[in-house]
């Protein structure tokens, strides 16, 4: 059974800084790129950042490029997004997706819901809040 479980979300002042992580099993995580994704209130669900299974491509949403950093482990089985310079727009939960693609450059697409389908597995979200 695939779970993937994200961490590290809270409270933080505009300007200040947050490191999400995720965890995912059940899975060879390194036959999957991994992505984070958001979704504020009223708002639909947004790519954040992905990397592709070995970590060397990236991909970052335009909004957050400069401030936010994708990374994983993979003897860890985990996934990183270090956010600085945090705004309150930055305020949403934050999901994160296990989507697989064992070569190439990031699988990474936002799915009509949270419920695994094939081989795209995502976690319950944590919640950021940025405040003023």
């Known amino acids: 059974q695939v779970q993937v479980v994200e961490s590290g979300g809270g409270l933080v002042q505009a300007g200040g800084s947050l490191r999400l992580s995720c965890t995912a099993s059940g899975l060879t995580f390194d036959d999957y790129s991994m992505g984070w994704f958001r979704q504020a209130p009223g708002k639909e669900r947004e790519k954040v950042s992905c990397?592709?299974?070995?970590?060397?491509?990236?991909y970052y949403a335009d909004s957050v490029k400069g401030r936010f950093t994708i990374s994983r482990d993979n003897a860890k089985n985990t996934l990183y997004l270090q956010m600085n310079s945090l705004k309150p727009e930055d305020t949403a939960m934050y999901y994160c997706a296990a989507m697989y693609g064992p070569a190439g450059p990031p699988v990474c697409f936002v799915t009509s819901s949270l419920v695994a389908v094939g081989r795209n597995y995502w976690g319950q979200g944590t919640q950021v809040t940025v405040s003023s």
């Open positions: 990397i592709n299974w070995n970590g060397i491509s990236t």
